[in-house]
């Protein structure tokens, strides 16, 4: 049976559940769910079953990373497919793979079903961000995607939780996990196929990259922001292991509290951004990040206790939670049919620090793990720079502070 189409303008007609804003809620859960289902177990399950070492799993997490890099093909996709058709198409590609995860125990094995997945996940990231675009009205997308990274950080925690859960009280081994966890994402990832018309945006879309000068400072600021982030990922958890020789469950249970303080604060920081604005509400996030990383850099110098390194990861986490502000930037300066091309674009641009920077900062952290969030100071005063040139009211024709459009004085 054909599912209705339905313009993203004329929704009032169907119940509150069937909208985009609740689509977009409930794919982003389902994909962070099913995504957590696999980060949580990947790395005991190759070393335990697969019999991986470290040089294994770098080339690993080479690999998850490729997807992310080559986001820039989705633009030729939806060509052929929907956006929403991929978004879906997307979730059940990445439950499909961490379903099948424990049936390929070997090297080439696991790089294939992490590339299959990790494709999932990102191909669903950039569809995903062009579709929060397309459906969310400028005047509420921040609070609105302060929601919806609440609603991934919930399918985290669930996922997260049900491990421990299964682990514990049912000392379920890797086989039913990854199963069951893949299979809920790739049921969930159907559902929201069957449940919710096709909706229609406002405009159509542009089906070829563009890189405009326009948004260069967009582009800057996703740039630094994949810096940022793989400093962040990779680094901040190595260094509560290392230094501080946190085991699984520590780990764990910090993992939990971020999610639990994102899925609170999240949809504050959205209201906090629809009321005074991008420019404000990054200056405050990288200003917090330059006073995180310095405090990081202090944590080796002064051999501060884990419990400040914890709850300065607990802030770091936050910080970044704020970043969706450039999604909201990016929406009121942009031509509304560049919403998908850019955002294939600026998600390969977003990636492409995380094919070099991991390796390359592993080598620096073996010579000293301070200079490795010293770097991450630098990159937090950069982008503090950046922010400062965003106007107080972007629009399409204001992108920058020099960028001023000349507005007639209407006569007296």
Known sequence: MLRPTVSVDAVDHLPHWRRPEILLLLM?????????????????????????????????????????????????????????????????????????????????????????????????????????????????????????????SAGSLIAYAGVLAAREIFDLDYDPLFIVGGSICLVFGLWCWAAFPRFEGG???????????????????????????????????????????????????????????????????GRFIQRYGERLSLIVEYVGLFVVFSLYVGVYYFNWSWEVAAALYVIDHLLFAMAFAQKTYFQKIADPADQAPTAAVAFTINHIAAVFLPAALGFLWLVSPAAVFGLAVILSLISLGLAFLIPRHPDDGNETIFARRLIATPAE
């Open 28 to 152: 982003q859960g389902t994909v962070w769910f099913g995504l957590s289902i696999y980060m949580v177990l990947i790395n005991n399950f190759a070393v335990e079953v697969a019999s991986f070492d470290g040089s294994d799993t770098g080339w690993r997490e080479s690999v998850r990373e490729i997807p992310g890099f080559l986001a820039f093909l989705v633009v030729f996709v939806i060509r052929f497919i929907r956006e929403q058709t991929l978004a879906v198409l997307s979730i059940v590609v990445l439950g499909g793979a961490t379903a099948l995860t424990s049936q390929f125990p070997t090297f080439w094995g696991l790089l294939l079903v992490t590339y299959v997945g990790s494709m999932g996940f990102h191909y669903f990231e950039t569809v995903n961000q062009s579709l929060q675009l397309q459906w969310l009205k400028k005047e509420t997308a921040p609070r609105k995607l302060g929601w919806i990274v609440a609603a991934g």
């Open 203 to 269: 405009t159509p879309q542009h089906k070829k990259l563009l890189l405009r000068t326009r948004y260069w400072l967009y582009y800057a600021l996703v740039f630094m922001g994949g810096a940022r982030r793989q400093i962040f990922m990779v680094f901040a958890p190595f260094m509560m292991v290392e230094k501080f020789g946190m085991e699984v469950e520590g780990l764990a249970a910090l993992f939990l509290i971020n999610y639990v303080a994102n899925i609170i604060f999240a949809p504050l920081i």
